[in-house]
């Protein structure tokens, strides 16, 4: 059927060059302008291809598209051919003049408008498809053919695995008695055996020599406390003891710290004639981290840079506070 359709197709193609050719002398020039695009302005007596005709632009036009019968005013097909597609398939856009084998049997689109998904069969036969070959019927199974000849024995295969053992035999008659053996060597020493009772107490031996003097016994408890005695002369002066200082921690700024931002509480300054020893940064939230402190001399004041890495919170500054006691 196949080498019938191609035959076809190129007897198709031969008459319509030759129709073409005896017409040309009708057209003062025709300019071949490619495959047709929707984009491309087209001009009287341009030629262009699409599917596997040609046509010849009658008017000036543009996204005209040549195989549509609405179209016909723009265009006149001047070549026609068939083109071969394969098995059809349901996802396919096929063009005027496409053929397609579809159950055993060719069809040749013949529908101007787009043909996709329809199926060459039913009500679509003659409106969008033409049959161009019709499968023919199986014909009958053939006589059964003559034996062959043995063919050569294979090479023989590899060993199988052991199989398992069989069923214990039954116990055979026992056998006469032999001689007596030779006396073996004598065996290893067998262990200590348990320990007997404990014997009658020996009558006591003679005394021994002195032994040398046992240690120091603890010292004894203190005795009374004695009278006082007479007052001695009165020392040098020592050394002046130094004082402790005084110190304190301020108030605490707290200001919030957003999701995902920063925040930066400024401390309070020090009482008066407290001097800033150090900042407090605190924060209750866990997502919430430090990300560095600083205390200015200068203006007395500490700062925390607070960064939440979770939901709203706050962050907090406070200043230890140190000063000299007044003396004594």
């Known amino acids: 059927m196949y080498g019938f359709f191609k035959a076809l197709a190129r007897q198709a193609g031969i008459v319509a060059v030759i129709i073409a050719l005896s017409a040309a002398s009708a057209w003062a020039e025709l300019r071949f302008r490619g495959t047709w695009s929707g984009a491309v302005p087209y001009a009287v007596d341009d030629v262009v291809q699409l599917g596997a005709s040609s046509y010849r632009a009658k008017i000036v036009n543009r996204n005209k598209k040549p195989d549509l019968t609405a179209n016909a005013a723009s265009w006149e097909r001047i070549v026609s051919g068939m083109t071969h597609r394969g098995a059809w398939t349901a996802a396919t856009s096929y063009n005027s003049g496409d053929v397609v084998s579809y159950l055993g049997s060719s069809f040749v689109s013949i529908s101007g408008a787009a043909n996709i998904g329809k199926v060459p069969a039913g009500t679509n036969i003659n409106t969008v498809w033409r049959l161009v070959a019709l499968a023919g019927a199986r014909g009958p199974a053939g006589a059964t053919g003559l034996q062959g000849p043995q063919g050569v024995a294979g090479a023989t295969g590899p060993a199988g695995e052991t199989g398992p053992a069989g069923a214990d035999g ?9 001689p007596a053996g030779a ?27 002195d032994g040398a003097a046992g240690p120091a016994g603890p010292a004894g408890p203190a005795g009374a406390t004695g009278p006082a005695g007479a007052r001695g002369a009165t020392g040098p002066a020592g050394p002046v003891n130094a004082l402790a200082l005084e110190c304190q921690t301020t108030t605490a700024t707290v ?6 931002d920063y925040g930066t509480p400024v401390s309070p300054q020090c009482a008066s004639g407290f001097t800033p020893v150090s900042v407090n940064c605190d924060t209750n939230g866990a997502q919430v981290v430090l990300r560095g402190s600083s205390l200015d001399y200068g203006t007395g004041r500490g700062t925390c840079k607070f960064l939440n ?20």
């Open 170 to 178: 039954a116990i055979g008659p026992a056998g006469a008695i032999g």
């Open 183 to 209: 006396i073996g060597p004598a065996g290893a020493i067998g262990p200590a055996g348990p320990e007997g009772p404990a014997g009658a107490t020996g009558p006591a031996g003679p005394a021994g020599l």
């Open 255 to 260: 200001v919030s710290v957003p999701a995902n």
């Open 309 to 328: 890495y979770g939901s709203n919170d706050t962050g907090s500054a406070s200043l230890n506070c140190c000063r000299l006691p007044a003396a004594p």
